[in-house]
């Protein structure tokens, strides 16, 4: 088995549509946009300009993905590089890809100065949670959370300075 986890180009646009639809699949079954939508989605955020994503190929096809970004400020004049999305497809769960796109991020981490690799995971995840504690991942607990979302998210961008 042949699996190399690289950064993702323009030229990449398909294997990305397949896993983001692959990946909206599993997470919202029928609730899932088509995969043309997610196509026509996919080609306006191309080229990506707020994240980078990650790609891992099993033989040339494209089996996983993380999406990610370096933020900054971090402690010690570094960076953090967070994970939004991990994925790998269900076909190729349990061989240790999403152990290698883990690997391959904290190497571009240590590589870019970040001081931190972070992200979350969905406490009704037990299988992505058990993954993460075997990976050796320290739970932080003194964060919490925070979202706007929706109609939410639209009042507050619309009130007043």
């Not at 993702?8 to 699949?25: N, S, W």
């Not at 971090?74 to 953090?80: E, I, M, S, Y």
Request: net charge neutral; aromatic share 10%; with cysteine.
């Amino acid at each position: 088995m042949a699996v190399d986890v690289k950064l993702a180009t323009p030229a990449d646009g398909e294997a990305l549509v397949d896993l983001f639809h692959a990946m909206d699949v599993h997470y919202w079954g029928a609730a899932a946009p088509s995969r043309a939508a997610m196509a026509r989605h996919i080609e306006g955020l191309l080229p990506f300009r707020s994240c980078e994503i990650a790609v891992a190929r099993q033989d040339d096809r494209p089996v996983g993905l993380a999406t990610f970004a370096v933020l900054y400020p971090a402690p010690g004049l570094g960076g953090q590089l967070f994970m939004k999305d991990l994925f790998t497809i269900a076909q190729v769960r349990g061989q240790g890809i999403g152990r290698m796109i883990m690997r391959f991020l904290a190497r571009l981490a240590v590589e870019r100065g970040c001081v931190r690799f972070d992200w979350t995971a969905e406490t009704d995840n037990p299988d992505a949670l058990g993954f993460y504690d075997r990976l050796g991942a320290r739970r932080v607990t003194e964060k919490v959370y925070y979202r706007f979302g929706g109609e939410e998210l639209r009042k507050l961008a619309a009130s007043g300075s």
